[in-house]
C-alpha cells in the first residue's frame, strides 16, 4: 500500500465543506445517500493507496465506490473538482 488513511479529521473536513454544492432537493433514481464528507474519505483513499475502485473499504466513514464515482463525474462536470485540488494538494505538504 502506498499510504494511510483513516479518514478527514473535523479540522481537515472544514477546510472542504464550504466547497460543495447543495445536495439536490430530489434524488436521483438509485442514487444512494452519501455524506460529502464519506465521499471526500473515499476519494483520498484511492489516491492515495493507489487502490482500485473496486477495493474501497466498506465502513461508516467510506462511501460505496459506486456513489463515490458517480459523485466524481458529476463534480468533475459542475467544477467542484477543480475547486477541491488546491486544497486536498495543501493537506499533502
Same mark, same amino acid.
Given at each position: ?13 472544514? @477546510? ?9 432537493? #430530489?434524488? +436521483?433514481?438509485?442514487?444512494?445517500? !452519501? =455524506? ?10 484511492? @489516491? ?9 473499504? #466498506?465502513? +461508516?466513514?467510506?462511501?460505496?465506490? !459506486? =456513489? ?26
Amino acid at each position: 500500500m502506498a499510504g494511510r488513511i483513516e479518514g478527514l479529521s473535523n479540522l481537515e473536513w472544514s @477546510l472542504f465543506e464550504n466547497i460543495f454544492p447543495k445536495p439536490p432537493e #430530489k434524488r +436521483e433514481r438509485g442514487m444512494a445517500d !452519501s =455524506s460529502f464528507r464519506y465521499v471526500l474519505n473515499t476519494f483520498l483513499y484511492i @489516491l492515495i493507496t493507489g487502490c482500485r475502485w473496486c477495493d474501497v473499504p #466498506k465502513g +461508516e466513514i467510506w462511501a460505496s465506490n !459506486s =456513489s463515490a464515482h458517480r459523485w466524481l463525474k458529476r463534480w468533475q462536470l459542475d467544477g467542484t473538482l477543480e475547486a477541491l485540488q488546491p486544497r486536498i494538494l495543501g493537506i499533502g505538504q
